[in-house]
């Protein structure tokens, strides 16, 4: 069964970075897109950062690029996304998402979904 396993959220001041994980397994393919999307409770999910663990290919939000980077070590299963500069408007609660991978990487529905992890910024 497919589980994708998220940790690292936490409280952190106006400015401040932390490096969100989520470690996958039960897939029978070795390639796969994996990422985040964050959600504010009465708004729809945003797509946050993604990345193929076939080329290496990433997406971002333009919300967050230059401030976030996904990376992916494959011998651990493991996506990392490092936030740095964090900002109030970052905060949500951030889930680890991960499905087949499409001939290009984008913000689709993806079926696979870790539980979230609350990352709060506080002015």
């Known amino acids: 069964e497919v589980r994708l396993v998220e940790s690292g959220g936490g409280l952190v001041h106006d400015g401040g970075s932390l490096r969100l994980s989520c470690t996958a397994s039960?897939?029978?393919?070795?390639?796969?897109?994996i990422g985040w999307y964050r959600q504010v409770p009465g708004r729809d999910r945003e797509g946050v950062a993604l990345?193929?663990?076939?080329?290496?290919?990433?997406k971002y939000a333009d919300s967050v690029k230059d401030r976030f980077t996904i990376t992916y070590d494959k011998t651990k299963h493991t996506a990392y996304l490092q936030m740095t500069s964090l900002k109030p408007e970052d905060t949500a609660i951030y889930y680890c998402t991960s499905g087949i991978l499409g001939y290009v990487l984008g913000f689709y529905d993806y079926d696979y979904w870790g539980r979230g992890t609350q990352v709060t910024v506080s002015s």
């Open positions: 039960g897939f029978t393919d070795d390639d796969y897109a």
């Open positions: 990345i193929s663990t076939f080329n290496g290919r990433t």
